[in-house]
């Protein structure tokens, strides 16, 4: 069974570069057809997907955070890594990373709260 975990930093300062990392075991990132998401839940609104990596290292972002929104992967790791730049208080929200199978999210981390403040 696939299991995640995020860890990084609860707390960003406005304008810096927002790091998570999303440690899987159980399951290779590299093994098709699995897809690796980060999304996040700001405080009293819903779930927005962020964007993902599949298997063979093909990002795709969601369109409103593209422009500052990267995610990577170390295979000899088995991690995958979100960075969100230039973040204001409006990026606070829980971080979560999931396993995505055609848009079915079947396996989640705990989440990770993420507070942009200076």
């Known amino acids: 069974q696939v299991q995640l975990q995020e860890s990084g930093p609860g707390l960003v300062k406005p304008s810096q570069t927002l790091s998570l990392t999303c440690t899987v075991s159980?399951?290779?990132?590299?093994?098709?057809?699995?897809?690796w998401s980060w999304i996040r839940q700001p405080p009293g609104k819903g779930l927005e997907w962020m964007g993902h990596?599949?298997?063979?290292?093909?990002?795709r972002y969601s369109p409103s955070l593209k422009s500052r929104t990267s995610i990577s992967a170390d295979t000899s790791k088995n991690q995958f890594t979100l960075q969100l730049s230039s973040v204001t208080p409006e990026d606070t929200a829980v971080y979560y990373c999931a396993r995505d199978i055609n848009w079915s999210f079947d396996s989640w981390g705990q989440g990770t709260q993420v507070t942009v403040s200076s």
């Open positions: 159980g399951g290779s990132i590299t093994t098709s057809p699995n897809t």
């Open positions: 990596i599949i298997y063979s290292g093909t990002t």
